[in-house]
Nanobody
Framework: VQLQASGGGLVQAGGSLRLSCAAS????????MGWFRRAPGKEREFVAA????????ISADSVKGRFTISRDNSKNTVYLQMSSLKPEDAAVYYC?????????????????WGQGTLVTVSS
């Protein structure tokens, strides 16, 4: 499966962005999906994940109440709606397909990774 993340860009603090992750080559409907990010000089960190049906999601404490993960299996696409963005949210965001059907915050559970999309937040 190939994952193509898009939707990143430059936004002012307090603004919103919606990231998309389109999968091709194979359906993702049986797999949990997740978003991770890596800021300059920092390690990759978990952002949010959703189960195979889109009915159960988890997110990092740092984004709770601001970011929402969702999916549309008919479009083979996962989304990350980001609101109230802060400068510390600036990073390259990666989507990934899990080996599991349930949401996971462990990077080791993810097999396929997209190329990343850059989010820049100006203060």
């Amino acid at each position: 499966v190939q994952l193509q993340a898009s939707g990143g860009g430059l936004v002012q603090a307090g603004g919103s962005l919606r990231l998309s992750c389109a999968a091709s080559g194979r359906a993702i409907s049986n797999n949990g999906m997740g978003w991770f990010r890596r800021a300059p000089g920092k390690e990759r960190e978990f952002v949010a994940a959703v189960d195979w049906r889109g009915s159960n999601a988890i997110s990092a404490d740092s984004v709770k109440g601001r970011f929402t993960i969702s999916r549309d299996n008919s479009k083979n696409t996962v989304y990350l709606q980001m609101s109230s963005l802060k400068p510390e949210d600036a990073a390259v965001y990666y989507c990934a397909q899990s080996l599991r059907s349930i949401p996971s915050q462990s990077a080791g559970d993810y097999r396929y990774w997209g190329q990343g999309t850059l989010v820049t937040v100006s203060s």
